[in-house]
């Protein structure tokens, strides 16, 4: 157990005015409910926003909204993505199918996608992982040609632009998270996204018939979002992370997804939400564009929410996130298996093939690049990580780990 210093991987902007704007969220729901509501298609562009509790609740109810109107099952998603997208799927009651990706991008191998998809895929899951931009344009005209729609998961990419269009509004319906650790955070809440006026018709079905939060949940976020403002900071992280039945930093395939409306509090708490947003993108940017010079990562200039790297080895991999919670750094390993490698998912994908996603799960590392981070710790981080510098993919060569 380590007692000191301790960064988290992610962290999110937070001050004592947002959850005093939530605490007033919480005495007029829907008058920030609708605030938000309106302000988020705005800046969007687009016509239908339905506020929920998270992000995966937001894909789960988007998943059930198209299962209701198609006798189609297979949910085609990224061989490397978070144990809550195929949560979501499975949870819906549909088929999760992982697909092979590209490395570099984390976006699907689009030659194997285009195999992947046949005539009983409902629709294609395509991210924005880490926030590195996906080619979501190209994934949208390959399942169009086919009658398939494109759910487009930017719960990781909140305020990314890619060739000036906002993340999110490129696939026929989008989805966000305001999740912790997210690029701005209400200690969760979610957003569904569409410009569709038919798709928007289903998912309200869904959504109307969603719970709204009771006062029991609402207490509940007020007093989660009041211990994160306080241990999120890197003098005080390490309590949390010492505790084994948080399990901070571990994936876990989601058991149950419910499905509830996002909390005025929740709404409140994000009333300041632009001006955070471009607070978060500012450092995040500046931050990983240095960590890339002084690495020799070559990046774009996207926000990234966590910059990933790739050790050489997936004993170098292990070496060094030891090395890291020893100094209290905040590298973290990602996540820890591909799609088809998920025990919870062996029924659904026993016959899946994904080799260039196992090899990402072996070898990439994610370094923090949020504002909690201080020159020390980025000094450290890089003397700890120049030995795996100017590395953006797992090298072909090496095997990956059984």
């Known amino acids: 157990m380590r007692i000191g210093r301790t960064v988290p991987p992610a962290a999110a902007p937070l001050r004592a005015i947002d959850l005093w704007h939530g605490l007033a969220g919480l005495f007029s729901s829907r008058t920030a409910l609708a605030r938000f509501e309106a302000e988020l298609a705005r800046h969007l562009g687009v016509r239908h926003v339905f506020l ?11 998943l059930k909204a198209l299962r209701a109107s198609s006798r189609r099952s297979r949910v085609v998603v990224p061989g490397y993505t978070c144990f809550s997208v195929p949560g979501a799927v499975v949870h819906a009651g549909l088929r999760p199918v992982p697909c092979d990706i590209d490395a570099a991008t984390f976006d699907f191998d689009h030659a194997s996608l285009a195999r992947t998809i046949d005539e009983d895929t409902l629709c294609v899951i395509a991210h924005h992982l880490f926030g590195v931009p996906s080619d979501v344009a190209r994934t949208a005209a390959l399942c169009r040609a086919r009658g398939v729609l494109v759910i487009e998961d930017a719960a990781q990419a909140f305020g990314l632009a890619v060739q000036g269009i906002p993340a999110g509004t490129i696939g026929d319906v989008g989805i966000f998270s305001f999740g912790r650790g997210k690029a701005i955070t209400a200690g969760g809440g979610g957003a569904v996204a569409t410009s569709s006026d038919a798709l928007a018709e289903l998912i309200r079905r869904q959504f109307d018939s969603a719970a709204r939060p009771s006062p029991a949940d609402v207490l509940t976020q007020l ?20 505790l084994p039945f948080l399990r901070l930093g571990d994936t876990i395939f989601p058991k149950t997804v419910a499905v509830r409306r996002m909390s005025g509090f929740q709404a409140g708490v994000l009333r300041s939400w632009r001006r955070r947003l471009r607070e978060s993108a500012c450092v995040r940017t500046r931050t990983a564009a240095a960590f890339g010079r002084q690495l020799g990562i070559a990046r774009g200039p996207a926000p990234c929410l966590r910059l990933p790297i790739f050790a050489s080895t997936p004993a ?8 890291s919670h020893r100094l209290g750094l905040g590298l973290s390993g990602g996540y820890p298996s591909s799609i088809d490698r998920v025990p919870e998912l062996r029924a659904w994908v026993d016959m899946a093939n994904c080799p260039t996603a196992r090899r990402v799960a072996d070898h990439l590392l994610t370094v923090p690049v949020h504002h909690w981070l201080g020159a020390r710790d980025r000094r450290a981080i890089c003397e700890c990580l120049r030995a795996v510098a100017r590395r953006t993919c797992p090298p072909e060569e090496m095997p990956h780990a059984s």
């Open 52 to 62: 929920v509790s998270s992000g995966t609740a937001a894909l789960t109810m988007v």
């Open 223 to 242: 007093l989660r979002l009041m211990a994160m403002g306080v241990f999120i900071r890197p003098a005080f992280y390490w309590m949390p992370a010492s």
């Open 316 to 323: 170098e991999k292990r070496a060094l996130l030891a090395r």
